[in-house]
């Protein structure tokens, strides 16, 4: 019997693997990993068996017949696969194709004869605990509730799939980079994010600079700033990117609902605002009560001096 | 070309934050709504039409209260209404779900294009496009922002993590939406009164020659809890006479962290 770890993104697949490796201890399962890319890395941080994908596969259609297969030959249990939005694709059609329940965005995971997930529902508002019966189950993990582990299982190996182009309805056209904004929030280890205080859209050179000034921070704002605005791609909430970076700096935010909970996962909250009493100051960790366009570039001076 | 939007009926989530969480939610609102992002989805579908001829149907499982939330739906144009009843519904998992509604899409085939929003905001799933796909045998595209359709054939392009993707694929195939893709039409009030006399059908589970009890079999997901998560950060804040001095306190509490 064993636990299955699939990501497309390779860190997160190595915080898979750590997960896997703390459910497998209690349970007798060994654990398993599928990539197409960095077999030795699986190894390194846990998986008793890769199976490296070879070849053309590159739709998540295509993956889902071979995963079925690796899944029944391993006797899978319990699949984890990291949500990204490939991942989130993926996971339920594989479901649908073993006729396995499917539990998704998962910020807690317990294994016994039955599997209990805490996620979020209700637009993050509600923490539901809930648990899934059959074998396997398929499970989706965000980035950063399990750690990556280092360490290399005696006997370890690998298994080369070859994975032939299958037939697919659907043509890949193009590929296209997010322009600026289109940055992987999710991963992001710190944010600096705007809100409607910022006035006008050349203004985010400023709150650039400041980002440049931690050692190259990612840049979030809102979604009135990002859906109405249209001056970033990609907005921070329940409706956009969920963030879990080690800081969080909110700049003239004034704290909906939906963009707390998207930046509940944060580690420190700092919140710059002009409002002392602006609900975002209540789920800060530091308030700074202050006009943004005096305190970020006594910020970015601050941090360049040090 | 008939198109098929999936519609799911939920509390406003505004209503939420003051129900009793031990108590069923759908049970204490007095009304529900169509979930922002397949009315999304339904506007994609009516803008298509629009264009591209056919009719538009939308199809839900539910109870009474969809009944009355669909309304919505035709008052925004969809030309007829399919709900399948059961006072189960809500209970029953994604997996049992997906039958459900792939039992009723191959009831109403033939189906050009199915349409979903990409989450339904109360259970947060995500799943019924890519299991549908799957179970109807016809390919999903997930996280479509923008899409047209010519000759029986969709270009799409999906809103994925680090970058946009344009694919293609020949129809039947199954869509589901982000928020971007538009801004729903609001309905005028000769069309809300018109979407009373629109047809709309109730199947019950049976007719679509499922067995409730083989459902709730195939139901594996169960909800044992609810809670409402507490945050609970520091609230420090930081002063000192200047600007400077501010900004300098900061810096050095973000060192202690150890986050900078």
Same mark, same amino acid.
């Given at each position: 019997? !064993?636990?299955? +770890?699939?990501?497309?993104?390779?860190?997160?697949?190595?915080?898979?693997?750590?997960?896997?490796?703390?459910?497998?201890?209690?349970?007798?399962?060994?654990?398993?990993?599928?990539?197409?890319?960095?077999?030795?890395?699986? *190894?390194?941080?846990?998986?008793?068996?890769?199976?490296?994908?070879?070849?053309?596969?590159?739709?998540?259609?295509?993956?889902?017949?071979?995963?079925?297969?690796?899944?029944?030959?391993?006797?899978?249990?319990?699949?984890? +696969?990291?949500?990204?939005?490939?991942?989130?694709?993926?996971?339920?059609?594989?479901?649908?194709?073993?006729?396995?329940?499917?539990?998704?965005?998962?910020?807690?995971?317990?294994?016994?004869?039955?599997?209990?997930?805490?996620?979020?529902?209700?637009?993050?508002?509600?923490?539901?605990?809930?648990?899934?019966?059959?074998?396997?189950?398929?499970?989706?993990?965000?980035?950063?509730?399990?750690?990556?582990?280092?360490?290399?299982?005696?006997?370890?190996?690998?298994?080369?799939?070859?994975?032939?182009?299958?037939?697919?309805? +659907?043509?890949?056209?193009?590929?296209?980079?997010?322009?600026?904004?289109?940055?992987?929030?999710?991963?992001?280890?710190?944010?600096?994010?705007?809100?409607?205080?910022?006035?006008?859209?050349?203004?985010?050179?400023?709150?650039?600079?400041?980002?440049?000034?931690?050692?190259?921070? $990612?840049?979030?704002?809102?979604?009135?700033?990002?859906?109405?605005?249209?001056? *970033?791609?990609?907005?921070?909430?329940? $409706?956009?990117?969920?963030?879990?970076?080690?800081?969080?700096?909110?700049?003239?935010? !004034?704290?909906?609902?939906?963009?707390? !909970?998207?930046?509940?996962? $944060?580690?420190?909250?700092?919140?710059?605002?002009?409002?002392?009493?602006?609900?975002?100051?209540?789920?800060?960790?530091?308030?700074?009560?202050?006009?943004?366009?005096?305190? +970020?570039?006594?910020?970015?001076?601050?941090?360049?001096?040090? | 070309?008939?198109?098929? =939007?999936?519609?799911?009926?939920?509390?406003?989530?505004?209503?939420?934050?003051?129900?009793?969480?031990?108590?069923?939610?759908?049970?204490?609102?007095?009304?529900?709504?169509?979930?922002?992002?397949?009315?999304?989805?339904?506007?994609?579908?009516?803008?298509?039409?629009?264009?591209?001829?056919?009719?538009?149907?939308?199809?839900?499982?539910?109870?009474?209260?969809?009944?009355?939330?669909?309304?919505?739906?035709?008052?925004?144009?969809?030309?007829?209404?399919?709900? =399948?009843?059961?006072?189960?519904?809500?209970?029953?998992?994604?997996?049992?779900?997906?039958?459900?509604?792939?039992?009723?899409?191959?009831?109403?085939?033939?189906?050009?294009?199915? &349409?979903?929003?990409?989450?339904?905001?109360?259970?947060?799933?995500?799943? &019924?496009?890519?299991?549908?796909?799957?179970?109807?045998?016809?390919?999903?595209?997930?996280?479509?922002?923008?899409?047209?359709?010519?000759?029986?054939? &969709?270009?799409?392009?999906?809103?994925?993590?680090?970058?946009?993707?344009?694919?293609?694929?020949?129809?039947?195939?199954?869509?589901?939406?982000?928020?971007?893709?538009?801004?729903?039409?609001?309905?005028?009030?000769?069309?809300?009164?018109?979407?009373?006399?629109?047809?709309?059908? =109730?199947?019950?589970?049976?007719?679509?020659?499922?067995?409730?009890?083989?459902?709730?079999?195939?139901?594996? =997901?169960?909800?044992?809890?609810?809670?409402?998560?507490?945050?609970?950060?520091?609230?420090?804040?930081?002063?000192?006479?200047?600007?400077?001095?501010?900004?300098?306190?900061?810096?050095?509490?973000?060192?202690?962290?150890?986050?900078?």
């Amino acid at each position: 019997m !064993s636990v299955v +770890v699939y990501s497309d993104d390779e860190e997160l697949r190595y915080q898979l693997l750590g997960g896997a490796l703390g459910v497998s201890r209690g349970e007798g399962l060994q654990v398993v990993c599928v990539t197409d890319e960095n077999p030795e890395g699986c *190894l390194e941080h846990g998986a008793e068996v890769v199976y490296h994908l070879k070849g053309e596969a590159g739709r998540v259609e295509e993956l889902v017949g071979e995963f079925e297969k690796m899944a029944q030959e391993s006797n899978a249990q319990l699949i984890l +696969v990291g949500s990204t939005k490939r991942g989130k694709e993926f996971a339920p059609a594989l479901a649908e194709r073993l006729n396995a329940g499917c539990l998704t965005d998962c910020v807690s995971l317990e294994v016994s004869d039955v599997v209990t997930v805490q996620r979020f529902t209700y637009g993050g508002s509600i923490l539901a605990r809930e648990t899934c019966r059959g074998s396997p189950v398929v499970v989706t993990i965000p980035p950063r509730v399990f750690q990556a582990v280092e360490t290399r299982p005696e006997g370890g190996r690998i298994i080369e799939v070859e994975v032939g182009k299958a037939e697919s309805r +659907v043509r890949l056209v193009e590929r296209r980079e997010k322009a600026r904004g289109g940055q992987n929030l999710e991963n992001a280890e710190i944010i600096v994010s705007v809100g409607r205080g910022l006035k006008a859209k050349e203004d985010l050179a400023m709150v650039e600079e400041l980002a440049e000034a931690l050692g190259g921070a $990612s840049i979030g704002c809102t979604r009135p700033v990002s859906a109405d605005l249209g001056w *970033l791609n990609e907005w921070v909430g329940i $409706s956009g990117k969920k963030v879990s970076p080690r800081l969080y700096i909110a700049c003239g935010i !004034s704290g909906q609902v939906q963009h707390l !909970s998207g930046i509940r996962d $944060s580690k420190i909250v700092v919140s710059i605002n002009k409002d002392e009493s602006a609900i975002m100051n209540k789920s800060s960790d530091y308030v700074v009560v202050g006009d943004l366009y005096e305190v +970020v570039p006594a910020l970015v001076k601050a941090l360049k001096a040090a | 070309m008939r198109q098929v =939007v999936l519609l799911k009926d939920i509390p406003d989530l505004n209503e939420v934050s003051g129900l009793d969480l031990e108590a069923d939610l759908r049970q204490q609102v007095s009304k529900t709504r169509i979930n922002e992002l397949d009315k999304r989805a339904l506007e994609a579908a009516l803008r298509t039409k629009e264009k591209n001829g056919g009719e538009v149907v939308v199809l839900s499982l539910g109870d009474d209260k969809t009944k009355t939330a669909i309304l919505e739906a035709l008052a925004m144009g969809a030309d007829e209404a399919y709900i =399948v009843e059961s006072t189960q519904a809500r209970r029953l998992d994604s997996n049992a779900t997906s039958k459900v509604l792939a039992a009723a899409l191959r009831k109403l085939d033939p189906v050009d294009l199915v &349409l979903c929003g990409e989450m339904a905001l109360d259970s947060m799933n995500s799943q &019924l496009g890519p299991r549908l796909g799957v179970s109807l045998g016809i390919p999903c595209i997930s996280y479509v922002k923008e899409y047209d359709v010519e000759g029986g054939v &969709l270009t799409a392009t999906r809103d994925l993590d680090q970058y946009d993707e344009v694919v293609e694929v020949s129809l039947p195939a199954v869509v589901s939406v982000v928020r971007e893709i538009n801004e729903p039409r609001i309905p005028s009030l000769m069309n809300i009164m018109r979407a009373r006399k629109k047809p709309q059908t =109730v199947w019950s589970i049976e007719e679509l020659g499922l067995e409730i009890s083989n459902l709730e079999q195939q139901s594996r =997901v169960e909800i044992q809890g609810l809670e409402r998560p507490v945050t609970s950060r520091k609230q420090v804040k930081i002063e000192a006479e200047t600007i400077e001095e501010t900004v300098a306190k900061l810096v050095e509490k973000l060192r202690e962290e150890g986050v900078i």
